[in-house]
């Protein structure tokens, strides 16, 4: 990479974990503190855990299409805006529903997919899989961090100082875009980096990738769903709520460490399909042992190791999945279509966690979240064996390019595998095998 895109895709990755930081800082408390709320009731404080995904899935496509129209920097920093505004709602909060509405204003800065797209018209086109590689792992590092530090600052601060720490580090975070982040000479509509609305159909008729959404929306639901129950029942257990962070720190450091190599097998081996089974499994094992040990502390934090383990195993693998099986040129709509149906899972492990906390019980929670992972497993099972294909874009010089000898001349590279030509957006986009396909030999082809 170049000095300017190094400090650009820094800047955006560190925006990404700021915003990201915020919205889990509060997932291991939360259940705690939401329960002296004005009007709170278990199902209450469900809902009010999970507010931010319903607006996040709702608005997530709506912003990709207005960053389009009026750019990405403006959507972006009014993004930014309603999360911190929402943040100061919540730390404002004395009853259960202002608190619900200022997470549900959180989630309507649904700006993930314009960052995403602001990374894509900054860079070039052999430097975006490290681009996005590095805001992943900013992703990765601000949950495992704000798991670790939002208990510890919510027994100094309480909840209302958790809240008001997001909100400015979201003012921080638009700070870093209008300083740090240079605005792009032109908006590239790559449709590997947002969704496009003409394109959702196809999607939808897509078996593989619904099986993928569908494994992000059980993924998230379950975690937050057992954010609803695990602080309740380490509290239950004997642990006070400021010691919280002893059972979270080695539980996220050895866990990320387990799941190394499973990423690096299913990777270099071409078993994804048999490590995503196996994380499905070791998830639901997790989840029953933490309905079966919620009086004991050691209990708790060893099936949380094993749920961290599955659960960093299948955060880190199932966009690859997506990228794998998407069409050429469809990525960024299966990724549009993913994402939602992450953030709508979240929405849903808050709602249901919550009534099966105040109808049922604590175990009942982690009961409650077998069905879904058992219907998940069977449809891993019968999944197709992923190609370990990506996806590369290729600009267009030529308006009036003959379509037909271009794909196949495209086609005729070693590695590539699918060629799609989007002549309005002056691309091709390739699904390629990273091992034997060379960016140099499209040299020799006049596009």
């Not at 499905?280 to 209990?299: D, F, M």
């Not at 249901?352 to 069905?371: D, H, K, T």
């Not at 058992?374 to 308006?399: F, K, N």
């Amino acid at each position: 990479m170049s000095p300017l895109e190094t400090r650009t895709v820094s800047t955006l990755a560190l925006i990404y974990a700021l915003r990201m930081f915020g919205l889990f800082m509060v997932l291991p408390v939360l259940a705690l503190f939401a329960q002296d709320y004005q009007g709170a009731s278990a199902s209450l404080v469900g809902v009010a855990i999970g507010a931010y995904g319903l607006t996040q899935a709702c608005l997530q496509l709506p912003f990709g299409v207005w960053s389009d129209r009026i750019g990405r920097k403006p959507v972006i920093i009014i993004g930014l805006a309603l999360f911190s505004l929402g943040s100061a709602l919540a730390a404002m909060a004395d009853s259960i529903w202002v608190l619900i509405l200022g997470r549900a204003l959180q989630g309507a800065g649904a700006v993930a997919s314009t960052l995403m797209a602001l990374m894509t018209d900054l860079t070039r086109e052999e430097n975006r899989t490290k681009a996005m590689a590095s805001i992943g792992a900013s992703i990765g590092l601000s949950f495992t961090l704000a798991m670790v530090v939002g208990p510890v600052l919510a027994a100094w601060f309480g909840l209302s100082g958790l809240f008001l720490l997001t909100a400015v580090l979201s003012i921080l975070a638009m700070v870093l875009l209008l300083v740090m982040v240079p605005t792009p000479k032109q908006q590239i509509r790559s449709k590997d980096a947002r969704a496009f609305v003409h394109q959702l159909g196809d999607v939808f008729k897509d078996r593989q990738i619904l099986r993928l959404s569908f494994g992000i929306f059980v993924l998230h639901a379950v975690l937050v769903a057992c954010f609803v129950a695990v602080p309740v029942a380490l509290v239950d257990a004997g642990l006070l709520q400021a010691d919280h962070w002893k059972i979270y720190l080695p539980v996220m450091l050895v866990s990320f460490v387990f799941m190394v190599p499973f990423i690096i097998v299913g990777e270099k081996k071409q078993k994804m399909k048999q490590v995503l089974l196996l994380a499905v499994l070791l998830l639901l094992i997790a989840i029953v042992l933490l309905g079966i040990e919620l009086k004991s502390v050691a209990g708790i934090t060893f099936a949380l190791w094993l749920f961290f383990v599955a659960f960093n195993i299948l955060e880190a693998s199932l966009p690859s999945l997506v990228s794998k099986f998407a069409p050429a040129g469809f990525k960024g709509s299966a990724m549009g279509v993913y994402s939602t149906s992450q953030f709508f899972g979240a929405f849903i492990g808050g709602v249901l966690g919550g009534f099966l906390s105040e109808y049922i019980g604590l175990s009942g929670v982690f009961y409650g979240m077998v069905p879904l992972l058992l219907l998940w497993a069977v449809l891993v099972v019968t999944m197709d064996q992923p190609r370990h294909l990506s996806s590369y874009r290729v600009a267009l010089s030529e308006i009036g390019i003959d379509n037909h000898r271009l794909e196949m001349e495209l086609l005729s590279v070693p590695g590539v595998h699918e060629v799609v030509i989007m002549i309005k957006d002056r691309a091709a986009y390739l699904k390629i095998d990273t091992q034997v396909f060379d960016p140099i030999t499209l040299k020799q082809i006049n596009t």
